[in-house]
């Protein structure tokens, strides 16, 4: 099964950068990452005008676009699918790294900037490192923003490293 751990926090205190040094740390090791984005407020990934956005538009339940080192599959779908749903569907990576989905059970890292994050989440359990700005009470591994080789070394020690785990890379 592909280890899934989620980048949480607050608006505005640097998930997005979080998860991009993740995946670029990840790659420089060797490793296959995918990334999903939880856009709760919706998103739109097309141009207006462009042809797959005129398909899209026109209702096609799908609409892909395929480039020569790219593919995008722009799907329609009824109500919200669940962060398990969507893991489902990836394959041929070593790890997924989920921005957001705080609610849904499973492996998090908490995103916490001095000046942006008044309160900490409840994540219980599921907490299991912190990235952070400031030193903070808690009983698990905190890593500043600066330390993004050192949070992808725990990550692979925690969930790579597993004997349940095979790695795509080998």
């Not at 905190?142 to 725990?154: A, M, N, Q, V, Y």
């Amino acid at each position: 099964m592909i280890p899934v751990i989620s980048i949480v926090g607050f608006s505005n205190t640097g998930k997005t950068m979080v998860v991009k040094r993740l995946i670029e740390a990840f790659k420089d090791r060797g490793y296959r990452v995918a990334a999903i984005k939880h856009a709760v407020h919706g998103y739109s990934i097309d141009c207006p005008g462009k042809d797959s956005w005129h398909y899209y538009q026109a209702g096609a339940d799908k609409a892909v676009v395929l480039g020569p080192e790219s593919l995008t599959i722009h799907e329609r779908h009824r109500g919200q699918l669940t962060l398990r749903e969507i893991c489902a569907r990836i394959q041929g990576v070593d790890l997924i790294l989920a921005e957001g989905f705080k609610g849904v059970p499973g492996p998090k890292i908490e995103v916490i900037r001095k000046d942006f994050s008044q309160t900490r989440l409840s994540l219980g359990e599921d907490l299991t490192a912190v990235v952070s700005d400031f030193p903070i009470p808690d009983n698990v591994p905190r890593f500043s923003p600066d330390e993004i080789e050192s949070l992808t070394d725990f990550i692979i020690d925690r969930f790579l490293n597993s004997p349940n785990h095979e790695t795509t890379s080998n």
